[in-house]
């Protein structure tokens, strides 16, 4: 998803628990929430999503069942074979057009959308009946399985989450009576944030066989839980069984990523000082599709320094059957630990022998030792970290502000100065914007409060458009934190929170950027969601499970460090950074990305492809005021559309060229 959109409500009162806990498939009782109507992104803003374990699977196996294509069904009438668990309101329904509920999702686009899908529109249900919509669609008697002695489940569907439970149960009984039937929980969907969408459509895949696999009768049910009032909608269509291939791995979500012990676990980045930099260990997940389990699998990770290999190594996954998203990583074999300022890009492989599908063995990361900004958005990873927090002032004021984690190593320390973030175009520039920190007191399992930013009213020159990052910088109030802000690892490593914060915000929009522009092909995958409450004097707590790190959309919030110059407190900037128009556009041997600063730095400049690989990195020493002209090698570079991203202190800008020869 590119947004995590923040609501601001006054007078409503928000709180709630973003686990979801379930009992027998039931998800415990929840506290509400506001629900986002869901718009369809542009199409030139359509984003890459992270590889999930389902789009990953591309079976080679036959298929022996389907398509069911649900084109038997028509208004109020259910596909032939086909049933639901009571006919009338709270059920599924046959359709071929968007629904007409308030939080409508729009149509499914499946492979057949043309003759039907089936959904489970919760929102319209939840309205008319007020109750927590729940409903199964139950297939008829399948008798394909009999003589398969593997059985994956395989269909398309479309999701937005909302504390609602979307599972597969499959029996080899018709009243699916105790003891005949397992449920299989969509993984997709159940790991979607609240608020968020799978793609229209994703595919998932499921290894059915533990039930189905030579057996006379099979029966199938897709069973949606959902919320109080009802929540959005679950769509499903074209409906296959095929068996599995033997032998299959996948790796995705690959990271690089330091480990600070048990207390603060993993944390990956996208760039780091240099002074915060520690010995670092590649890591990626792995998950086995095929049908059996293989003890001996190897991950192969390299580190590139520009062209120069600069790590490799391989390590040995042990993978049972079913086993999902395993982490590879590399702390038994060796570390990697450099302070020299450059982007790093690092390729991971898996080597199995008899792998059927070998597309999803290959995937790459990057990271950046940079001079003084840190930033938790990687590319592809889902290591690193953030947390939502609870807001309340007078008069009541509530909102849900997001935070980014940082993981200090042990022994490291550094001066805080600013902070940027960057804002989506969909934010109302004028809103009273400003930044808290916290970090984590191990000892008394809290969270401490240790300064503030200024706050000030975003311009519309400091909000991101469509096409181009901008980061707005809120330096340190130096009143209100006493000086600046020094973040400490300790002995043992300190986790620290960037808080974003809205003040006197009414009823306006605040949209926090969570990727890079479609092109950049960056999601960042964070935390855990909770919540917590501030009284206004500062004590504030994070969450039930203390640590701010799992799974959702990291907000770009970059922590700036080293002693800047200061014109009194509030004239403290980051350097301004223009880019030019790249000639010659189109380019044969070579391109010139003309790059100019408002002050002295450093600016990497990248180019890569529309894949989001990196095909050059250059580092130039910028003198402020003046145009340095960067100059990239296109002529060993296949012809098609190049993306370039300069960045100096905190600050992006973007572009685009053609490659033609």
Known sequence: MKKLILLFACGTVVTGTYAQHMRNNVPNSVKPVSREVYVAPPSTQKLRMAPQPQNAAKTTASTFWGPETFGTGSAGVLPTGWTVNAPGTNTWKWANSASTSSFTMGAMNSTTASDGWMIFDSDLIGAATGGAPTGYLQSPAITACATQASVR?????????????????????????????????????????????????????????????????????????????????????????????????????????????????????????????????????????????????????????????????????????????????????????????????????????????????????????????????????????????????????????????????????????????????????????????????????????????????????????????????????????????????????????????????????????????????????????????NDGAGSQQFGQDGLPYGNSSVPMINLNFGQVPVVGVKDVTLAQITVGKAFPNPANTVVNIPVTTSKDGIVTVTLSNVVGQTVGTQIAQMNGGKTTNVAFSTSTLPAGVYLYTASVDGRQTTGRITVAH
């Not at 994703?202 to 919320?227: D, E, H, L, P, W």
């Not at 969909?426 to 191990?442: K, L, P, R, Y």
Request: include cysteine; charge should be negative; glycine fraction near 8%.
């Open 153 to 533: 489940l395989n269909f398309e569907n479309f999701f937005r989450n909302f504390y609602d439970s979307c599972s597969v149960w499959v029996s080899t009984g018709s009243t699916f009576a105790a003891g005949t039937y397992h449920v299989y929980p969509v993984y997709y969907n159940n790991t979607t944030p609240v608020n968020s969408s799978t793609p229209n459509p994703s595919t998932v895949n499921i290894n059915i066989s533990g039930v189905a696999a030579m057996q006379a009768n099979v029966y199938i049910r897709f069973v949606y839980y959902g919320y109080t009032g009802g929540s959005y909608s679950w769509m499903i269509d074209d409906i296959t069984l095929s068996d599995m291939d033997a032998v299959d791995a996948a790796l995705n979500k690959p990271s690089v990523a330091y480990y600070s012990g048990a207390d603060n676990g993993w944390a990956a980045f996208g760039a780091k000082p240099a002074k915060m930099m520690d010995t670092v260990y590649p890591a990626a997940f792995l998950t086995n599709y095929g049908a059996t389990g293989f003890p001996t699998t190897t991950v192969n990770a390299k580190i590139f320094q520009g062209g120069t290999s600069v790590y490799d190594n391989n390590v040995v996954v042990n993978m049972p059957v079913d086993a999902m998203d395993s982490v590879a990583d590399f702390t038994s074999v060796a570390g990697y630990y450099s302070t020299t300022q450059a982007l790093y890009t690092v390729p991971f492989s898996v080597n199995l022998t008899g792998d059927a599908v070998t597309t999803n063995d290959k995937d790459t990361t990057t990271f950046t030792v940079s001079d003084t900004s840190w930033s938790e958005n990687a590319i592809g990873s889902n290591l690193t970290g953030a947390a939502y927090v609870y807001r309340a002032t007078t008069p009541p004021l509530m909102s849900f502000s997001p935070a980014t984690g940082f993981v200090v190593s042990p022994g490291r320390t550094d001066t805080l100065t600013s902070v940027s973030v960057a804002f989506d175009d969909g934010t109302a520039a004028g809103q009273t914007v400003g930044v808290q920190i916290f970090h984590f007191d191990a000892a008394s399992t809290s969270w401490i409060y240790d300064g503030v930013t200024q706050f000030k009213a975003l311009t519309a020159g400091e909000i991101s458009t469509a096409s181009t990052i901008t980061y707005a910088k809120f330096p340190v109030d130096m009143t209100a934190s006493g000086g600046y802000i020094v973040l400490n690892g300790g002995a043992a490593g300190t986790n620290y929170a960037a808080v974003v914060k809205g003040q006197g915000n009414t009823a306006d929009v605040m949209v926090l950027q969570t990727t890079p522009p479609a092109a950049f092909n960056i999601v960042g995958y964070v935390g855990m969601s909770d919540t917590s409450f």
